[in-house]
């Protein structure tokens, strides 16, 4: 997240001051220089979001880590739901990321607690933009950038350090005598800080793509790493090159999202690591001076220590894969061991010393459920719980990741139990109704859903996950419901176009409301204009409608992007059979059905033929 111009009456988290008055010291390998201890903050992997336990007036709450973000943010539906006073942002101030700009305020917090100490009148700026995961907002640089921040994703920890009597040429990267380090020089890129008018610097440096120099934001807030279009091309990588594949859509802020592709790079180099014939993901994004988001797939696999003294950040390979596509590529670092070229794909994560208590296990579990690593995270839990038995996190926890590892049995024991401990908690209640409907337990299913939502607030953006899963039962009107709920709290998020389609296609198979529906429609295609699955949602209101030439445009669109959609050939041989072209229908429906022989039925059940 960026927001430029900054306006200088605009106030956010003053750290002018120890946060836990912590006096711990390591001295890295150089003399008379100290790095003082400013806070520990324990990081919990969730998915690939880093989150960080604080309070919000005294309220828990956690929010996700983004060293790529200017300025820490709270979400719209959190400003509302915890009643904070909000007003408008300066002249001028505007809040982008790589797929747009959001509409923002300038929220304020009583109390902000974070690492135990309280930060009174704190401001901050509220967006309509969810990070997920039970994340009510992003910290930034504002708050990390003050401090030289080590990242240590992988134990699931954040230091924060104030360097003393450290030169522009120490070494700080105190672990460097067990492990090999790589460094490189940050670009002194700064933004003004709004309460003391001191400056802060972006965490971006130099990185090699295929031989090709190219600037990279780290940014703890992305969940995988990913290079611009512009970039890509630079490097000799398109969309229509041989290997290249659609990789979903990408989105960041506003309601843009954007088609994402993965193509594979003979080279990635960064300092003296190099990583041979890896994939890596582009997109038609924008990232402010920047050609690549280095995201958090890089930090799990790396430590990491920015100097923003120093202007400095320093590496460390601690195993595994480096960029999250399922690949093990040849990972070489300059005059390093034999030990640390092992392939990225390797199991052998150097993440001494072990945890000693519950919350070190489950955290370092979570980072490794965030690299892929089911079975070493199922182990780190199972000695979170055996240490901290009623500690219903952990048992959630554990029972996402059984369900990861298709261990349904397990997960459904473990999410009873967290139930049990801590009962109505909806995302629990959500994740277990996931578990009953895939099992063809509807009724079970519903119960939970149903409870999850009176355990929730309007604006909880848990609203969604119950929306799709009523719709994969099929139960149309719960699922408009759901949708609404969660589209009226969530007008200016990344995932509307996701969720106007979702209300859609519920309206359009029922032949309910197709007004609304094409409205809803309208609007999702103008956020995501080549996805097919809303142009073939379109398609289906307009057969509903009669209006037979838009639905068969609308398919004729739906099947360019993707050839397999079998909702399309079907209404599309449906919308030609009524115009009476018999023949052209009937081979579009015989095609359909050889895709997917269950749509005749489902087709009848709608009333459609």
């Known amino acids: 997240m960026h927001n430029r111009p900054l306006h200088k009456t605009l106030r956010c988290f003053g750290f002018g001051f120890v946060l836990a008055g912590l006096a711990a010291t390591v001295a890295p390998a150089w003399a008379n220089c100290e790095l003082g201890s400013v806070a520990a903050l324990p990081v919990t992997m969730r998915g690939v979001r880093p989150l960080v336990s604080a309070k919000i ?47 923002a305020e300038l929220g304020r917090v009583s109390v902000l607690t974070l690492a135990g100490a309280p930060l009174r009148d704190m401001q901050v700026i509220v967006a309509d933009s969810e990070p997920g995961q039970g994340s009510v907002g992003a910290l930034g640089q504002d708050i990390l950038g003050v401090f030289d921040v080590e ?58 793509v295929n031989g090709v120099r190219l600037t990279a934001s780290f940014n703890t807030g992305a969940g995988s790493s990913i290079m611009t279009r512009e970039a890509a091309a630079r490097v000799g990588l398109t969309p229509n090159d041989p290997g290249v ?103 052998s994560d150097p993440l001494e010393p072990e945890p000693t208590d519950a919350e070190g296990f489950a955290r370092r579990g979570g980072a490794y459920a965030a690299r892929n690593n089911l079975t070493a995270a199922l182990a780190d839990l199972d000695k979170a ?83 799709n899963l009523y719709a994969i039962a099929n139960m149309s009107a719960a699922a408009i ?34 007004d609304k529906a094409l409205n809803d429609c309208n609007r999702a295609i103008r956020n995501a204009p080549k996805n097919a699955s809303m142009l073939d949602t379109r398609g289906l209101v307009h057969l509903r409608l009669g209006e037979l030439d838009k639905a068969i445009a609308d398919y004729d ?35 359909a059905v050889a895709l997917n022989p269950k749509l005749p039925d489902e087709v009848t059940k709608r009333g459609l033929t």
């Not at 200017?70 to 797929?99: C, H, Q």
């Not at 924008?286 to 280095?294: G, T």
């Not at 930090?299 to 220590?305: D, G, K, P, Q, T």
């Open 57 to 103: 007036n005294g309220q828990d709450v956690e929010f996700s880590l983004s060293s790529g973000s200017d300025y820490s943010m709270i979400t719209k539906a959190t400003a509302e739901k915890l009643n904070l006073p909000r007003d408008m942002l300066p002249l001028g101030f505007f809040v982008s990321g790589s797929t747009g700009a959001a509409e």
């Open 151 to 208: 990242y240590d994703l992988a134990r699931g920890m954040v230091h924060l350090w104030r360097p003393k009597g450290c030169s522009g040429s120490a070494n700080l990267a105190y672990w460097s005598n067990t492990m090999p380090v790589s460094a490189i020089d940050l670009d002194v890129d700064y933004f003004n800080r709004r309460f003391e008018r001191t400056r802060i610097g972006r965490t971006k440096g130099p990185i090699y």
């Open 245 to 347: 594949v659609k990789a979903g859509y990408w989105r960041s802020l506003g309601k843009r999202e954007v088609q994402s592709w993965i193509g594979t790079i003979k080279s990635f180099k960064i300092g003296d690591e190099e990583i041979k014939n890896t994939k890596i993901r582009f997109a038609d994004i924008e990232l402010n001076d920047a050609d690549m988001v280095v995201g958090v797939d890089f930090f799990l696999a790396h430590r990491i220590f920015v100097s923003n003294q120093q202007h400095k950040l320093y590496l460390s390979y601690n195993g595994g894969p480096v960029f999250d596509l399922s690949q093990t590529p040849k990972l070489i670092v300059q005059g390093a061991p034999p030990s640390a070229t092992a392939g990225a794909g390797s199991a």
């Open 385 to 467: 719980i055996e240490l901290a038995p009623t500690v219903a996190e952990y048992h959630y926890s554990r029972g996402l990741y059984y369900r990861r590892d298709r261990a349904p049995v397990l997960a459904l024991s473990d999410f009873d139990e967290a139930l049990k401990l801590k009962p109505n908690d909806p995302f629990v209640l959500v994740a277990r109704a996931a578990l009953y409907m895939a099992n063809n337990d509807t009724a079970l299913a519903v119960q939970d859903l149903e409870a999850a939502d009176k355990a929730s607030a309007k604006q909880d953006d848990v609203h969604l996950q119950i929306a």
């Open 481 to 514: 419901h759901q949708y609404s709920v969660w589209i009226d709290a969530h007008d200016d998020d990344g995932r509307l176009a996701q969720a106007l389609n979702g209300r859609c296609w519920q309206r359009a198979l029922s032949g309910v409301d197709l």
């Open 557 to 591: 669109s739906a099947l360019a992007l993707n050839p397999k959609l079998g909702w399309s050939l079907y209404g599309r041989g449906l919308a030609k059979q009524r115009k009476g072209l018999t023949a052209e229908g009937a081979a579009d429906i015989a095609a």
